[in-house]
């Protein structure tokens, strides 16, 4: 399928760069004319995934978290939050629910399963030591 649009971005592992990234996905797919479902169904993926970057993948270090956007002609979105943080070791387990490697912290371990939830497709590629990818792929219109 062509891509129609594309994006790419990049900020610092900060927090408060959660907000200005969810911000960034939402006016990229905003011609798309997307459901207010739709659009916090993919926002909140994008958080997720941004957060896994900064407390997993950094585990809160500075590092640089990177984010591409393309918009196919049949008005699929795929957005890939990626990190060269420490990586997983593994994947199948990380995305079961409730497993968290931030233990010691309050965290529920639902990430990956609420990026699931919102999405069409969700699929992490990671190497230790290198990084992680997290490509989402969302339909928008699909109920019309």
Do not use: W
């Amino acid at each position: 399928m062509k891509t129609i649009n594309k994006m790419k971005l990049s900020f610092p592992s900060k927090s408060c760069n959660e907000a200005f990234a969810r911000t960034a996905v939402s006016a990229f797919i905003m011609n798309l004319d997307p459901t207010v479902n739709e659009l916090s169904d993919l926002k909140t993926a994008v958080s997720e995934a941004v957060t896994n970057c900064i407390v997993h993948g950094y585990r809160r270090q500075d590092g640089t978290i990177y984010i591409s956007g393309a918009i196919r002609e049949d008005n699929r979105v795929i957005i890939k939050v990626r990190d060269s943080g420490c990586g997983i070791a593994d994947v199948e387990q990380a995305m079961k629910p409730l497993f968290t490697t931030a233990a010691d912290e309050e965290r529920a371990g639902l990430g990956f399963a609420v990026m699931q939830s919102f999405c069409d497709r969700v699929k992490v590629r990671s190497v230790p030591g290198k990084g992680t990818t997290v490509t989402l792929e969302k339909q928008i219109g699909a109920d019309d």
